[in-house]
């Protein structure tokens, strides 16, 4: 895809699956191209006062501009689902199993020496919680049953797709559910997780590290919502 086809009736996930620059520009303005793959660029443009001029044009310089890993990522596109496993577990499995344990000691610090000054922070912790659990156990399920089955199939036992479908979809749910306490902790509750002026250091790494945190999930929601999925789902009508 080349960024002159991108016309309003493109779907997010297309847009971001062939040129991955462009989940930089949909963080920024927060357009959902993961649990949101499915929908038209028009659509997912309304109400946010964007032009659809003006994102192709950001898309297209970001992609001029994108680094190397990029295009390992752009790769991913066209790669089989056992090597597009490989790489969620070796990056984004392997990412939150090691932020979440630290973010969530962090968050409880600067929740008991500022929770007094900054009640939002309550709310934040229980938010994140909350959010921890349902990923770990999302990590579980895939880790222990929809990925070994993939690839029983890739060994040629067909009985193993009809369990497939069914748990994707129950791990689409589960997406929806991750993206909703994203965009509530990001959302009125840290106001785009904006420091307040008494922010310590330990405050300051914790807000940047949620970021970083729901960049990562955005990538890994993509490439199952909207190039893994699909692939088994083809694989199945074949």
């Known amino acids: 895809m080349k960024n002159t086809d991108i016309s309003g009736d493109t779907r997010i996930g297309d847009i971001a699956t062939a040129l991955p620059a462009s989940m930089r520009i949909f963080e920024q303005y927060g357009v ?59 990056t984004h499995h392997r990412y939150l199993k090691r932020e979440l344990p630290g973010l969530e000691n962090h968050l409880e610090t600067v929740i008991s020496v500022h929770g007094d000054g900054h009640p939002e922070l309550h709310e934040l912790g229980r938010l994140f919680s909350g959010l921890k659990g349902e990923i ?4 579980d399920r895939e880790e222990k049953e929809t990925f070994p089955a993939v690839r029983n199939i890739s060994e040629g036992d067909g009985s193993a797709m009809a369990a497939i479908l069914g748990q994707m979809e129950a791990l689409e749910r589960e997406h929806d559910t991750v993206g909703d306490a994203l965009k509530n902790m990001r959302g009125g509750l840290t ?8 922010a310590c250091p330990t405050y300051t ?10 960049a990562d999930v955005h990538r890994h929601v993509h490439l199952e919502n909207n190039v893994l999925f699909p692939a088994l789902r083809r694989e199945t009508n074949a």
């Open 32 to 90: 959902d191209f993961c649990c949101g793959g499915d929908k038209p660029l028009a659509e997912a443009l309304q109400g946010t006062g964007l032009s659809l001029e003006n994102v192709r044009a950001e898309i297209e310089e970001a992609t001029t501009a994108e680094p190397q890993g990029s295009a390992a990522h752009r790769d991913l596109a066209h790669a089989t689902p056992e090597k597009l496993i490989e790489h969620i577990l070796d």
């Open 205 to 214: 790494a914790v807000y940047k590290g949620l970021g970083q945190l729901e």
């Open 136 to 139: 770990e156990g999302h990590l």
């Open 191 to 198: 106001s785009g997780y904006r420091l307040p002026a008494d």
